[in-house]
């Protein structure tokens, strides 16, 4: 089962021997990242970087850009204040786009290219199609269920 925020932080919290209040802007980055599952590579992909420059701001030898900061709160719905100081929640509070956000995590690191391109194709359906779509699935998932 996927481990919450509070559980990634509270690991964070006893490997390095000290408060979350205290972790450096790098941490924070580090946890987020391994909270929404991803690899350096995807990650990096999301914020415009290479994954050496997220492996360097991860341990503390870069700090990141501004530009990147941005990047991060954006892609991940990720809580300004918190990703700056640690304080207030860590992530916004639109629930869906965060629930999204893991999956598409997943998405990027899974061998199974059905899905991959099945997810391209569902994102390039208009809005008629979509519907279509969505009711064709219903009906699936629910036989599925049977």
């Known amino acids: 089962m996927k481990k919450s925020i509070d559980e990634?932080?509270?690991?964070?919290e006893e490997n390095l021997e000290c408060e979350a209040a205290k972790f450096d802007?790098?941490?924070?980055?580090l946890i987020i990242r391994k909270f929404l599952d991803i690899t350096q590579?995807?990650?990096?992909?999301e914020i415009g970087l290479k994954r050496n420059s997220v492996a360097l701001i991860e341990?503390?030898?870069?700090?990141?850009s501004e530009k990147t900061l941005k990047e991060?709160?954006?892609r991940f719905n990720v809580n300004k204040e918190w990703l700056l100081d640690g304080s207030g929640q860590v992530f916004n509070d639109d629930h869906k786009d965060h629930y999204l956000f893991n999956l598409c995590g997943k998405l990027c690191n899974s061998d199974n290219d059905l899905?991959?391109?099945t997810f391209i194709q569902v994102m390039n359906l208009d809005e008629k199609y979509l519907k279509m779509f969505n009711a064709?699935?219903?009906?699936?998932?629910?036989?599925?269920?049977e």
């Open 25 to 29: 802007i790098n941490t924070r980055i």
């Open 41 to 45: 590579e995807s990650f990096a992909y």
């Open 115 to 117: 899905l991959k391109d």
């Open 72 to 74: 991060i709160r954006e």
């Open 136 to 145: 064709m699935l219903g009906v699936v998932l629910s036989q599925n269920k």
């Open 8 to 12: 990634v932080i509270k690991e964070f």
């Open 59 to 64: 341990r503390g030898k870069r700090n990141p």
